[in-house]
């Protein structure tokens, strides 16, 4: 055997602990609002509740039933009820009991051919997702009436609504969402209605027909980020396009412009943005001025600044986890141990414990402090 043939496999691991149930990739992991307590949904079909704050983790349950890679879900604000969606478009909703340490089903739903995304919102009992036919579904938790109540369907895009998220309103009388498209438009709902309160189209955005991929807010401002590099910010009290860039423009492969990660920071008045390049582009949310860009050898895959701080974690394609100092740019963590790409993280205990999903199908527990 020839010298250059010897394969190295990297196996340096600095994790806390894992969690390796999953038999596929895992492409989701989200925590549980007041205890620590995770699900992580794979391509073996199912969706696994287990905690963090154990070495090794506590298995707590099975949320068996999908038929199809289970890829996005989330836990309701008091962490009653948590959602799982799979690739054939089934969701199911359970219950919890026992103070989170048993989980009954609740309700399912069978509306769509895919699920692309399913958001909860921040403070009352709905989630909505998005479908590969360009839908906008909402639906109510009722426990009064022990059931999932549809609020909305709409159907504005024309092709696959990639996004989206709740804005919080003054009361419960009021339930927006905005979402995203392929099709290049934004679409604000009123959710009680069905009405849309306004629709940007690519004429709103200079003639530029970009397939939104990513959406984040922060209070009345909205950050949409492109399949082609285009970074747009919305005023969502007016429906105005604010400010309009292209984030990157030398690059060998088109595939690479793709925006696939964007988190606000608040405090620090600082937007992030991750592309499939590697390039981590850090904006001050005043003049949408580029302050400075970090760069990592693989695809971006989620950034999430810690609790409004200028705190940023980030995953990547490279099997690593990293958490940044956003202001100066240091490295001030680099989690190793995956042997494929980091799909989803979520971060506890402000940012001094990180949990993974990774493409190899373990999930990692990184202490960073």
Known sequence: ??????????????????????????????????????????GDNTAYLWTTHTQPPRFVGEL???????????????GEFVITADMN????VHKATKGGEKWVKFGDLEEVEEVLFVTVHPSLPYFAFGANDGSVWVYQ???????????????????ECNGGVFIEGKDENELTLVTISEDGTVANWNC????????????????????????????????VGARDGQLSIINNDSGKV???????????DIAELSIEAISWSGSANLL?????????????????????????????????FVEDSPILIGSSMNGKIYKWDARTGAELFAGVGHNMGVLDFTVFEHGSKLVTAGDEGVSLIFKTD
């Open 89 to 92: 478009g089934y969701i199911q």
């Open 141 to 159: 938790i009722d426990k009064d009436s022990k059931s999932l109540v549809q609020i909305m369907s709409g159907f504005s895009h024309s092709l």
């Open 64 to 78: 068996a039933g999908h038929k199809e890679s289970v890829i996005a879900g989330g836990f309701t604000a008091k």
């Open 1 to 42: 055997m020839e010298d250059d043939d010897v394969l190295e496999i990297d196996i340096s691991n600095n994790s806390w602990t894992y969690f390796d149930r999953h038999t596929d990739s895992i492409f989701t992991i989200f925590k549980h609002p007041t205890l620590p307590m995770v699900v992580t949904g794979g």
């Open 242 to 252: 604010v400010h309009s860039f292209k984030t990157l423009e030398d690059v060998d």
């Open 192 to 223: 009680f209605t069905g009405v849309v309160n306004y629709k940007l189209t690519p004429e709103d955005f200079k003639n530029i027909e970009s397939p939104w991929v990513t959406i984040k807010v922060l209070k009345n401002v909205l950050a």
């Open 272 to 304: 992030a943005v991750g592309l499939v390049s590697g390039d981590v582009l850090l904006f001050e949310s005043q003049q949408w001025r580029l302050r400075r860009t970090i760069k990592v050898d693989d695809a971006i895959t989620k950034l999430e």
